[in-house]
């Protein structure tokens, strides 16, 4: 796998209004814009094989060698919900990192892996082009949606990051699908003992 580009530009500087602004990396996703923090980006690289593991949740879709890392790669579009990615000529991974939600780890922090349908640029956003979540019409989580930002007449969504990707939850997640299987198998038994 090779890198496309790398990433780690600083916050900007308060804008003419005053009001500090933000890079955010905009990538599209079953056809919807989304975006994160540009300073959450640790690189881009081309989709390559993925060595799958077995009884993880449909959204782990494996783990990647990164120069010695092994690390995960999360179908976003899984994640939500949706139809796992499709893997076209422009799907790729972003590696990004996250911040744990465990009280005892509040510095640790991890890298993890995205597949996007594909990545747009990087904009700027004010804060005050950002508005927040809506309650409703929005076909991901609540809690995984930070803002949604401005840019001319659409707006793209601004991901938590550090909800889509809670390393707890999907580790549940994971624990819940490896069960799944034993539970089914234990019914299978029980009702062919009736």
Same mark, same amino acid.
């Given at each position: 796998?090779?890198?496309?580009?790398?990433?780690?530009?600083? $916050?900007?500087?308060?804008? /003419?209004?005053?009001?500090?602004?933000?890079? +955010?990396?905009?990538?599209?996703?079953?056809?919807?814009? +989304?975006? @994160?923090?540009?300073?959450?980006?640790?690189?881009?690289?081309? +989709?390559?094989? !993925?060595?799958? @593991?077995?009884?993880?949740?449909?959204? @782990?879709?494996?783990?990647?060698?990164? $120069?010695?890392? @092994?690390?995960?790669?999360?179908?976003? =579009?899984?994640?939500?919900?949706?139809?796992?990615?499709?893997?076209?000529?422009?799907?790729?991974?972003?590696?990004?990192?996250?911040?744990?939600?465990? /009280?005892?780890?509040?510095?640790?922090?991890?890298?993890?892996?995205?597949?996007?349908?594909?990545?747009?640029?990087?904009?700027?956003?004010? &804060?005050?082009?950002? /508005?927040?979540?809506?309650?409703?019409?929005?076909?991901?989580?609540?809690?995984?949606?930070?803002?949604?930002?401005? !840019?001319?007449? =659409?707006?793209?969504? #601004?991901?938590?990051?550090?909800?889509?990707?809670?390393?707890?939850?999907? &580790?549940? #997640? &994971?624990?819940?699908?490896?069960?799944?299987?034993?539970?089914? =198998?234990?019914?299978?038994?029980?009702?062919?003992?009736?």
């Amino acid at each position: 796998m090779s890198a496309l580009t790398q990433t780690a530009p600083a $916050r900007l500087q308060a804008g /003419e209004s005053g009001e500090t602004s933000r890079q +955010y990396l905009a990538f599209m996703l079953g056809g919807e814009l +989304y975006a @994160v923090e540009i300073l959450r980006i640790k690189e881009i690289i081309e +989709y390559g094989a !993925l060595t799958t @593991v077995p009884m993880m949740p449909s959204f @782990v879709r494996g783990v990647i060698n990164l $120069r010695g890392s @092994v690390l995960p790669v999360i179908d976003l =579009q899984a994640r939500f919900g949706r139809a796992p990615t499709q893997v076209a000529k422009r799907t790729c991974i972003v590696i990004v990192e996250i911040h744990s939600d465990a /009280e005892d780890a509040a510095s640790q922090s991890q890298t993890i892996g995205v597949m996007v349908d594909a990545v747009n640029e990087v904009v700027e956003i004010n &804060a005050n082009q950002i /508005e927040p979540p809506p309650s409703f019409g929005v076909k991901i989580r609540p809690d995984f949606i930070a803002g949604m930002g401005k !840019l001319g007449k =659409q707006f793209v969504i #601004l991901l938590e990051l550090d909800k889509v990707l809670s390393v707890d939850e999907m &580790a549940s #997640l &994971a624990v819940q699908s490896a069960s799944a299987p034993a539970a089914e =198998q234990a019914l299978l038994e029980r009702n062919a003992g009736d």
